[in-house]
């Protein structure tokens, strides 16, 4: 099931690269093609259930960006502006375990490259060049096993 949804049907049209992420005052209006809101529920072929929601007309909390995943065994959680914490709750009292914070360090994945000790929060840029550096690692792998 999903539903989408377009909020603000005419807005100022953007006169720059990223000038449409700004609220723009005066100029040309005109039609928006594409929707403010997106929303759905989703039955996986393991019989998980999933909620999605995205707005980015909403008012209040700005770039929150995350994710929440509840399980038989425990949860975990991550939000964008916490770049280096993770929620983590596991076992197998339920709703009465208790959630501890997760703080990122040297040993995770590429975040010692950026930062030499734990807690220090990795920055977005950092994490577009881990993308990056990902992206590129998977494609020089493929080459190498289509030509192997």
């Given amino acids: 099931m999903a539903d989408t949804a377009i909020f603000v049907p005419e807005r100022t049209k953007p006169n720059g690269s990223t000038t449409g ?4 005052a ?20 393991s019989g998980a259930r999933v909620v999605l ?9 700005q770039n929150a960006y ?8 425990g ?6 502006r916490r770049l280096g914490e993770l929620s ?18 040297p040993s995770h994945g590429e975040y010692g ?17 881990i993308e990056a550096m990902r992206f590129f690692k998977a494609i020089a792998e493929t080459a190498e096993r289509s030509l192997g």
């Fill in 21 to 24: 992420h700004a609220l723009a």
């Fill in 26 to 45: 005066g100029g040309e209006r005109g039609a928006v093609e594409n929707e403010d809101f997106v929303s759905s529920q989703l039955r996986l072929h």
């Fill in 53 to 61: 929601e995205a707005s980015r007309v909403a008012v209040g909390d």
């Fill in 66 to 73: 995350g994710f929440e995943i509840h399980g038989t065994k």
């Fill in 75 to 80: 949860a975990v959680s991550w939000d964008f």
């Fill in 88 to 105: 983590l709750s596991t076992g197998d009292r339920y709703q009465d375990q208790p959630a501890s914070t997760v703080y990122v360090g």
């Fill in 113 to 129: 490259a950026f930062q030499p000790g734990s807690a220090s929060s990795i920055g977005y840029d950092d994490l577009k060049v």
